[in-house]
Antibody, heavy 122, light 108 residues
């Protein structure tokens, strides 16, 4: 059974860089059969897609965040990472990683991690 | 960029009733890339429907999706207590994912 586990610091100071990791269990990122995305959700609000990466080096980002974000898969560690620079209070949210079934399910996110809460505050 | 609008914002229902949720796209989209999710408090979203009308693995058949072009619908034939949650539609196109603002199904 596939599951995803996000981790990272729960508190980040304004203007600093947020770094999160998603460990993938029960599936191999290197198979290339999925993209791997990060999605965030401020408390009480809706979902915002941040970006995705594929082990073949294809990366897409939300234009609203593109200048500050880097997402990459590490096939040796079976992990997906997220780096977000110059954070502000507006980046406070629950951050989820999710698997994207682009080959057969129309790019739907079929597996989600439980999420990790990030607060931006001094 | 495709903008998704969901209505109503809140749907007040009773168990056993039929619920119909709407998702409207700002321009015509391919139904292949339209999905629905359920989210309960304190939990991650759960995929219900992909490609507009296909149930994901393990999703009860009381959930059904339909639609094309700009108008899509998620129907729950008979609400169970565990179905009271927030529902989001999602679209993928031109290397960008967008979500609707959600419809909350709560107890009448």
């Amino acid at each position: 059974q596939v599951h995803l586990q996000e981790s990272g610091p729960g508190l980040v100071e304004p203007s600093q860089t947020l770094s999160l990791t998603c460990d993938v269990f029960g599936a191999s990122i290197s198979s290339g059969t999925h993209y791997w995305s990060w999605i965030r959700q401020p408390a009480g609000k809706g979902l915002e897609w941040i970006g995705r990466d594929h082990p073949q080096g294809i990366t897409n980002y939300n234009p609203s965040l593109k200048s500050r974000v880097t997402i990459s898969v590490d096939t040796s560690k079976n992990q997906v990472s997220l780096t977000l620079k110059s954070v502000t209070a507006a980046d406070t949210a629950m951050y989820y990683c999710a698997r994207d079934r682009y080959l057969d399910w129309g790019d739907a996110f079929d597996i989600w991690g439980h999420g990790t809460m990030v607060t931006v505050s001094s | 960029e495709i903008v998704l609008t969901q209505s109503p914002g809140t749907l007040s229902m009773s168990p056993g009733e039929r619920a119909t949720l709407s998702c409207r796209a700002s321009q015509s989209v391919r139904s292949t890339y339209l999905a629905w999710y359920q989210q309960k408090p304190g939990q991650a979203p759960r995929l219900l429907i992909y490609s507009a009308s296909n149930r994901a693995t393990g999703v009860p058949d009381r959930f059904s999706g339909s639609g094309s072009g700009t108008d899509f619908t998620l129907a729950i034939s008979r609400l169970e207590p565990e179905d009271f949650a927030v529902y989001y539609c999602q679209h993928y196109g031109s290397s960008l994912f967008t979500f609707g603002p959600g419809t909350k199904v709560d107890f009448k």
